[in-house]
């Protein structure tokens, strides 16, 4: 998606440890034209997949997910990281281990809302690892839906998540893949 | 908001603690058709106010602030709820006490995304004893920023955070406030 590329070489920040900072357009201040476009992107991709869901998990992913929606008319559920009082007890659970923040967390959605009859489409702002979009896919399966696939805004191709899940021949779309990056590179995959 | 308060009354559960579960269509599941109606009635409610950007504080909040940037067509900013290595250092910082949680927490916003210049809309999807919210107004007095108003999905009118807040002076609109919840009864003000 030649709009977002060009927004991650503008204003994308290479930091230590692989951490490809975008928080001025796409998870903190969030750029919601870009959002639009992502959203409409995502429904170019996956239109004609029958999708009813969209799955994300919070917190940088429901803005993404939900333009997503709004293109699919469909609604959107985001996992949350923890269980809180204010949610159902009767819900599918993953553990996604998290390299940024160095723990493991739950990931949970209640299961009124995930169902057999469900044709979801995952969505995420980062594919790096895929340890959240697994966790994901984990909760999809958990429920007996049908996963129609994966979309990511930005896949960090060197980590190998976004690859490893393709392998196994899940559908994978990602709107820029990164294969290379260093203070002074940022290559995207043709 | 006739839709917001049809929705509440036909899926929204009461539960002990004073807790309202919306959570089939506002904070979990969400209706992101409903989404874009609250971004329009934000929008009418603070026309000419000259916003010109949305702060909202993760995770729930953000895809109703997204919807209502959308309309503004300017930015949304969101608050994160913990430090994190992906954020930069130059932060600006609020304590809230999260009832639901029992628990303090800091809200950060980076302080390049929140200027001086900025005209701010404040929106959540709950307001009860206005704890966030006022995080989210002490962020921007910190920039220098100007506090447009504070808009709210829904208000539970009896824990007095909304009227307080209005008492000093801030402009405070919610979608549906509600003033007497127990199990059987649920009434709007109106």
Do not use: W
């Not at 201040?29 to 869901?53: H, M, P, S, T, W």
């Not at 984990?138 to 839906?145: C, D, K, N, S, Y």
């Not at 049908?146 to 805004?153: D, E």
């Amino acid at each position: 998606m030649q709009l977002l590329k060009e927004k991650i070489l503008k204003y994308g920040k290479v930091f230590p440890g692989d951490i490809l900072k975008v928080d001025s357009f796409l998870n903190h201040q969030v750029d919601v034209r870009l959002l639009e476009e992502i959203g409409k992107e995502f429904f170019r991709l996956f239109a004609d997949c029958g999708v009813n869901k969209i799955l994300t998990i919070e917190a940088s992913g429901i803005g993404i997910a939900g333009f997503t929606a709004k293109e699919f008319d469909c609604p959107m559920l985001f996992a949350k990281k923890t269980q809180t009082k204010n949610i159902a007890n009767t819900v599918f659970t993953e553990k996604v281990m998290s390299y940024t923040h160095g723990k493991v967390y739950d990931i949970i959605v209640s299961k009124e809302f995930l169902l057999p009859t469900d044709r979801v489409l995952v969505i995420d702002d980062f594919l790096a690892n895929g340890e959240a979009m697994r966790g994901l896919i984990g909760l999809v399966r958990q429920a007996g839906a049908t996963l129609v696939g994966c979309g990511a805004v930005i896949e960090k191709g060197f980590q190998g998540g976004g690859d490893s899940l393709r392998k196994e021949g899940i559908r994978v779309e990602s709107l820029a893949i990164i294969d290379e990056m260093t203070d002074d590179t940022l290559a995207f995959r043709k």
